[in-house]
């Protein structure tokens, strides 16, 4: 998950990283991406300014 949010703060489609890091749907990820970093992806992504 760190390495997922090093990429989606590149710019990277967060549904492009999910996919990319093994996760067989964007849902599953983004439930376990805020049960990890405390937030949502899309909210993650806004917060860093990409």
Request: one cysteine or more.
């Amino acid at each position: 998950l760190k390495r997922a949010a090093e990429r989606i703060r590149s710019g990277e489609a967060i549904t492009a990283v999910a996919y990319d890091l093994g996760f067989k749907s964007p849902s599953h990820f983004c439930r376990r991406f805020k049960a990890f970093f405390g937030c949502v992806a899309t909210e993650y992504k806004e917060r860093s300014g990409s």
